[in-house]
């Protein structure tokens, strides 16, 4: 069974730094690993979507890396804004059975 | 972008009584669409995984005669939780694979249950 594990579970920095989520996971037979953001009683906004045969995938101040055969993916965020203080959830998919890790919390002080 | 929307978004109601809760696919068909749940705090646990036009099949823990899924159409699918009680209060949230065969999920806004 796919286990996800997200590492700190909560995070706090000042404004302007750069700093990394962690993503492992137990089975690397995987589709795609995909970041949401999640602000507190609202839904999953989409981040950035890996396919399995890709290394990295970017987005603005976000950067997200995959590595399938450790089982790790890390998201980068350059240049942190308290706008992005939210949970940041990583999840695995492979053939639609998509599991998510438990999020870290981001706060980020003006 | 795929569009996914969940109606309500917020319900509240008394204990034993039934809730319904659509999800629709705005601007794609759905072959299969995924119903999860999420506690205060926890992450997002799938309860069942809903195909156009058959039965939904459910994880294991999750009570197929309490959460009753209906996938009528490829844009619409429908979670109701029966004889709800208070224990059954979370976000529920639902997410939609295209027909296109690209294996990535498009999520709904969620939908908050309080159940008094």
């Known amino acids: 069974k796919q286990e996800v594990t997200q590492i700190p579970a909560a995070l706090s920095v000042p404004e302007g730094e750069n700093l990394v989520l962690n993503c492992s996971f137990t089975?690397?037979?995987?589709?795609?690993l995909q970041w949401f953001r999640q602000d507190p009683g609202k839904g999953l906004t989409s981040l950035l979507l890996i396919q399995s045969s890709q290394r990295e995938q970017t987005s603005g101040r976000l950067n997200a890396s995959l590595d399938k055969s450790s089982g790790r993916s890390t998201l980068y965020i350059a240049a942190s804004q308290p706008g992005d203080s939210a949970t940041y959830l990583c999840?695995?998919?492979?053939?639609?059975?998509?599991?998510f890790g438990a999020g870290t919390r981001l706060t980020v002080k003006p | 972008g795929a569009v996914v929307s969940q109606h309500p978004s917020w319900v509240i109601c008394k204990s034993g009584t039934s809730v319904k809760i659509e999800c629709r696919s705005l601007?794609?068909?759905?072959?299969?669409m995924f119903w999860y749940r999420q506690f205060p705090k926890q992450s997002l646990m799938l309860m069942a995984t809903?195909?156009?036009?058959?039965?939904?099949?459910?994880e294991q823990g999750v009570e197929k005669d309490k959460f009753l899924i209906n996938h009528a159409s490829l844009t619409l699918s429908t979670l109701t939780v029966t004889s709800a009680h208070p224990e059954d209060s979370s976000f529920y949230i639902c997410?939609?694979?295209?027909?296109?065969?690209?294996?990535?999920?498009?999520f709904g806004p969620g939908t908050r249950l309080t159940v008094l």
């Open positions: 809903s195909n156009e036009g058959s039965k939904a099949t459910y």
């Open positions: 089975d690397s037979a995987i589709y795609n």
């Open positions: 999840a695995v998919n492979r053939n639609n059975d998509m599991r």
């Open positions: 997410s939609a694979v295209g027909t296109s065969g690209i294996s990535e999920q498009f």
């Open positions: 601007d794609f068909q759905a072959t299969t």
